[in-house]
Every structure is written in C-alpha cells, then in structure tokens.
Nanobody, 126 residues
Framework: VQLQASGGGSVQAGGSLRLSCVAS????????MGWFRQAPGLERQFVAA????????YYTDSVKGRFTISRDNAKNTVYLQVNSLKPEDTAVYYC????????????????????WGQGTLVTVST
C-alpha cells in the first residue's frame, strides 16, 4: 500500500491550499481515510476523517468551518481543502488509510490507521 500526499506549500495567513493523497495497493473505496498533522516539537494530531463512501466526515474543533475533507473513489484520492489558514496550522500533513471494517464509519485515533503517507509540509506565515 502506498499513499502519496501532495499540495503543501508556503502561504500567508488567510490563504488556501488543496492537499491531495493518492492511494495505491488497496481497494480504496473500502477504507475510511484521514488526515493528521504534526507541528515541530509536537505530537501528531487528528485533523479530519471521512468514511469510505464519503457520507460521514468529522473534524477536529480547531479546523471546523475552515477545512473540508472529501474523496473521489474513482481516482483513489482523498483531499483536504484548507482555507483561512493560520500560523498555527503550520505542520506536516499526513494522509492515512484506516483499518478495514465491513461497515460505514470513520476513525479519529491514529492507532486505527494502518497505512500512512509520507507527509506534505504546510507553512503559514503572518
């Protein structure tokens, strides 16, 4: 299984980016997906998750209303649209594929994710 994240970059506060993560080596439509981030010196934290059909999404409080997770199962891709960026959003963003379950749900704990991408860096300046 490979997860290839891209779309990070350096933006000013208030700016936007669209992060993408292309998956291979798994039947993408069967897996919930998530985005996590890790800022320098801090632990990896949950950002957003989406169920395998895309029908259920969930966000950490600090990004609600600014970030949107979505997926295109035909393209084996999960997206994270990040708007109204703040300096505290600066981090390496990781996409991850959750463990398989036979029903529609999502996961917010990193321990429930089996496969991780390499990360894409988002830097937000004032």
């Amino acid at each position: 299984v490979q997860l290839q994240a891209s779309g990070g970059g350096s933006v000013q506060a208030g700016g936007s980016l669209r992060l993408s993560c292309v998956a291979s080596g798994l039947t993408f439509s069967l897996y919930a997906m998530g985005w996590f981030r890790q800022a320098p010196g801090l632990e990896r934290q949950f950002v957003a998750a989406i169920s395998r059909s895309g029908g259920i999404t969930y966000y950490t409080d600090s990004v609600k209303g600014r970030f949107t997770i979505s997926r295109d199962n035909a393209k084996n891709t999960v997206y994270l649209q990040v708007n109204s960026l703040k300096p505290e959003d600066t981090a390496v963003y990781y996409c991850a594929a959750a463990k398989f379950v036979s029903y529609e749900r999502l996961f917010i704990k990193s321990i429930d994710y089996d496969h991780w991408g390499q990360g894409t860096l988002v830097t937000v300046s004032t």
